[in-house]
């Protein structure tokens, strides 16, 4: 759950960082966006470290390494793309809490599963950015 952790705090970091520097035309709604998903991240990384702690852990505080990037199109397009891959890893992370099973292995696969909708509803919401740019 650590390593999904620091995805999650990449995922804050891209966001803040990306709505601070975004250039270009379309870089108004795309920062509003970018800095509502950071703070929305930011709850994520709550909500994982306090996770971690509650099955007996400690939750570290490091991100996952990202790109540095201005142009708008390629902030979205990495974003789409960090959303996909923890799309992909929160579903398999949901098969690995049935098969912990007992009252931990219940509220781990709905943890899970709350995160792969959120994250899922950000790709289509950045879909839907990237075709509506010109």
Do not use: W
């Amino acid at each position: 759950m650590n390593s999904d952790l620091r995805n999650e705090y990449k995922h804050m970091l891209f966001y803040l960082r990306s709505a601070v520097i975004v250039r270009g035309l379309h870089r108004e709604p795309i920062k509003a966006f970018l800095d509502m998903e950071a703070k929305n991240e930011m709850t994520h990384v709550q909500a994982f470290s306090k996770r971690v702690v509650s099955l007996g852990g400690t939750p570290i505080a490091e991100a996952n390494e990202f790109p540095v990037l201005y142009d708008p199109r390629e902030i979205l397009a990495y974003a789409l793309e960090m959303e996909h891959e923890v799309v992909e890893i929160y579903a398999v992370r949901m098969k690995q809490a049935d098969e912990m099973g007992g009252v931990d292995g219940v509220c781990t696969r709905l943890f899970y599963e709350t995160q792969l909708e959120d994250s899922y509803d950000d790709m289509v919401e950045i879909k839907e950015m990237i075709a509506g740019m010109v």
